[in-house]
Structure formats: structure tokens, C-alpha cells
């Protein structure tokens, strides 16, 4: 699933090309794309016609369109294959669209070559959608209220989180893929993150001092910059921005994917093993598992 770089990516292509434009039509195609929105695929389109959007917004994985003068954004669930799709009116619906979001001629902040693009969502194995909630105070459509800070929110705060890392009484790799500790982190970035800080992912979180979880964030956040620099991590032709392009850090990554090649530090042969129906990618030289009592 995308994580934070590949939902970043799409975000600011929303900012560029749908921000601050006016919906002046709604065309849901398939009734699982707005499952989450309780109230029905009806509800959901009255909900977006004749709003504007504001600025996207996203908090670690979750991305989110705001309707002004509303207190109501759209959640964008991408799941394994959503793909959110700027295109001209005159382009070819994709095989699995499943929704159409067409736009009044006031471009309102977006660019001066938005004029005659609409944005679509589509879903191959529609295990995403988009919905329609309320804001909390603090902007947040209120289902991911609960959700933390990300590293790269200028608001993250690093001692709050090691002291939450440290009380979870868990193992590294869990703390990191909980996103109510810290968002944004999944499985790809976190064992980059890992092997870069030569960490086992089943080290105990209760000894980590305040340097090591400095040095740890570090390489989370290097990491995912490095990532966002590039366009994300494509491994199919499902992970795209909004022009349908794919991201190329997986070229660059070190660890996942990496099974029985040499690690990049020590040569030794990356290992990969089952976890939480996921796989972990390690240095068994490089990353050492932690001794057991």
C-alpha cells in the first residue's frame, strides 16, 4: 500500500491541478468506491456539487480534500490500487474508473492549464474509495482523528515520541507501523529505516535512549525525503501521481526487496522473513536480532 512519500506525491498534484476549483458534477460508477460514505453514492455527489475545494491536506498515509465553508472534506481511501487521476474531459474513461469529479471553469488556485481536466478515481481491486466527513477542530475529517503526527510535520514532536516509543512496551518495527504513534511509516520505509540505523526489526522499544530514537528519526525522515525527491516507490504500474507517472525509488532501495543479494555495507546476503502476514528485509550481519531473556 502507499505510504507517506507515494501519498505526498499525490497531494501536491492535487494542490497544483484541483485546488481551489469549483465541483460542478459528481458521477459515482461503482457503489463500493464510496462505501465508507454511509449515507449512499447519491448523498455523497449532492455532498461535492457546487463546493470548492481547498488546499489538500494529508497526515501521514491519508489524504484529504477540505470543501470550503463546509466544516466536510473528502477522504481518500487509496488502498492497494487507488489512484487519484487528473485528466482531460476528452481522454478515454480508464477500464476500473469508478468515479468522476468534473469541474465548473473557475480554476480558483489551481493551474492555468487545469481548465478542461477533471479528476477521476480509479480502482482496480476496489478495495478503496472516497468519503465524505466532518472536520474536527483541527481540520481533520474526524475518522482520523486519532491518527499522529508524521516525521516530516513540522509539529512531530521527537521527545513525545520517544517516550511513547519506550512506555509501548513492543518491538521497532511494530512501533513504527502504528500509526498512533507515528504516521506514515509502512512497511517499505521501515525497513529502510532500519537498515540504515542497523537495527534488528524485533528490537524491544523499552531500552532505546533518547540517541538512538534521534538517530532512528533521522533516517526515517532522509529516507522518505529521498523517496519524495524521486516520486515515491513504484513496484507496479498501480502507484502513480496524478498524470499517471510512476515514482523510481525502488532503484534505490537497500533493503526491501532485497532478498539474498549483498547488502550494500557488508556483502553479506539479505535475508527476508515472514511478519504479520508482511515480510521483513535485514543484514543478519548488519542488523543482529536481539538476544532473548
Known sequence: ???????????????????????????????RAVRRHLAGAEDFALGLKGHRFGAPMRRGKYLWLPLAD??????????????????????PDEKHLR?????????????????????RFVDQRTFGGLSLHENTPDGLPDVIAHIARDPLDPLFDDEAF???????????????????LISG????????????????????????TRPRTAELLGHVRDVMNEALAVGG????????NVNGESGYFD???????????PCRRCGTPMRRRPWMNRSSYFCPRCQRPPRLP
Not at 2 to 13: F, T, Y
Not at 251 to 261: F, H, N, P, Q, V
Open 185 to 208: 511509516v509502512g512497511n517499505i520505509y521501515a525497513d529502510e529505516a532500519l537498515w540504515r540505523t542497523r537495527l534488528h526489526y524485533e528490537r524491544p522499544t523499552a531500552a532505546f
Open 70 to 91: 463546509s466544516g466536510t472534506s473528502v477522504l481518500a481511501h487509496l488502498g492497494m490500487s487507488g489512484q487519484l487521476l487528473v485528466k482531460t474531459e476528452q481522454t
Open 233 to 240: 516507490t513504484s513496484f507496479d504500474s498501480l502507484y502513480v
Open 251 to 261: 532503484r534505490s532501495l537497500d533493503a526491501y526487496g532485497r532478498e539474498d543479494e
Open 162 to 180: 520517544h517516550q511513547a516509543l519506550r512506555r509501548s512496551r513492543s518491538t521497532i518495527k511494530r512501533a513504527l507501523l502504528n500509526q498512533s
Open 99 to 119: 468515479i468522476r469529479v468534473r469541474f465548473t471553469d473557475e480554476l480558483g488556485a489551481a493551474a492555468p492549464d487545469a481548465a478542461g481536466t477533471e479528476l
Open 1 to 31: 500500500m502507499p505510504e507517506l512519500p507515494e501519498v505526498e506525491v499525490v497531494r501536491r498534484g492535487l494542490e497544483r491541478w484541483v485546488g481551489g476549483r469549483t465541483v460542478s458534477d459528481v458521477e459515482v460508477l461503482h457503489p
